[in-house]
């Protein structure tokens, strides 16, 4: 972002981010546009960390994980498929319900729901179908 500045970002300031000045230009715009969407805040958890996995966009300031206040996990995933964000993936477990964002730079977009934490699965009908039948079933997972 210190290439393009935060100048036109309407609803984030820089210390909202983690390492700001590195944070992706296009991610950013994005969750501003859908911050004007929402018409509601939008809170970061997470954007630039360094995790002990074996890939991370966070680790590129590719990504942020973040939730909608006041909107259930299931309207957030909806929200953000309104978006070009190449990565989408939905967990209702975390204390705040919410979403991982990014912007990897793949033409075919990644979605995923992840019903328990370590547990991922393809955001299709049988996985949310499933989740939606019994939803402490996968906390036993």
């Known amino acids: ?6 100048g ?3 609803h984030f300031k820089p210390d909202e981010f ?4 590195r944070m992706c230009a296009t991610l950013v715009r994005q969750l ?14 997470c954007s630039f960390e ?7 966009w966070h680790s590129y300031h590719r990504a942020v994980d973040c939730h909608i206040e006041g909107l259930h996990w299931f309207d957030q995933l909806l ?19 919410g979403l991982h964002l990014d912007s990897r730079p ?19 009908w049988a996985s949310l ?9 996968w906390k036993r997972t």
Not at 32 to 45: F, K, N, S, T
């Open 1 to 6: 972002m210190k290439t393009l500045g935060w």
């Open 8 to 10: 036109p970002i309407r």
């Open 18 to 21: 983690q390492d700001p000045d």
């Open 32 to 45: 501003d546009d859908m911050r004007e969407r929402a018409g509601r805040q939008v809170r970061i958890h």
């Open 50 to 56: 360094l995790r002990d996995t074996d890939f991370s």
């Open 79 to 97: 929200m953000a498929c309104w978006f070009p964000f190449t990565g989408v993936g939905a967990y209702p477990w975390w204390n705040n319900p």
């Open 106 to 124: 793949i033409q075919a977009a990644a979605r995923w729901l992840s019903p328990a934490k370590g547990v991922y699965l393809p955001l299709n």
């Open 129 to 137: 179908a499933g989740y939606l039948k019994d939803p402490e079933a």
